[in-house]
Nanobody, 115 residues
Framework: QVQLVESGGGLVQPGGSLRLSCAAS????????MAWYRQAPGKQRELVARISSGSITNYADTLKGRFTISRDNAKNTVYLQMNSLKPEDTAVYYCNADLNRVRSWGQGTQVTVSS
């Protein structure tokens, strides 16, 4: 299991931007598939974006064009750049690491989009 620590959440106005970071405690970070999920109150956790070890990305259809996932293997960190934020993006955002179906989760970081 990998320890994951998210940061970068907070309160932002509609239309604003945030960048989430997730630092992983593993020496083999580069071979993990990393992902961001989110869970809004009363809703199921949903995939936001995923990036493979080869930096192939995929996104939830509704978020394409606004969110960008990236990784820095030298820093063992995955990022989620969120632009043009909407109130419906309010949720707890979780980092996920997946290696051969063994999955680890971070503790989550709250993102609140409100005026």
């Amino acid at each position: 299991q990998v320890q994951l620590v998210e940061s970068g959440g907070g309160l932002v106005q509609p239309g604003g931007s945030l960048r989430l970071s997730c630092a992983a405690s593993t020496s083999i970070f580069s071979i993990y598939t990393m992902a961001w999920y989110r869970q809004a109150p009363g809703k199921q956790r949903e995939l936001v974006a995923r990036i493979s070890s080869g930096s192939i990305t995929n996104y939830a259809d509704t978020l394409k064009g606004r969110f960008t996932i990236s990784r820095d293997n030298a820093k063992n960190t995955v990022y989620l750049q969120m632009n043009s934020l909407k109130p419906e993006d309010t949720a707890v955002y979780y980092c996920n690491a997946d290696l051969n179906r063994v999955r680890s989760w971070g503790q989550g970081t709250q993102v609140t989009v409100s005026s």
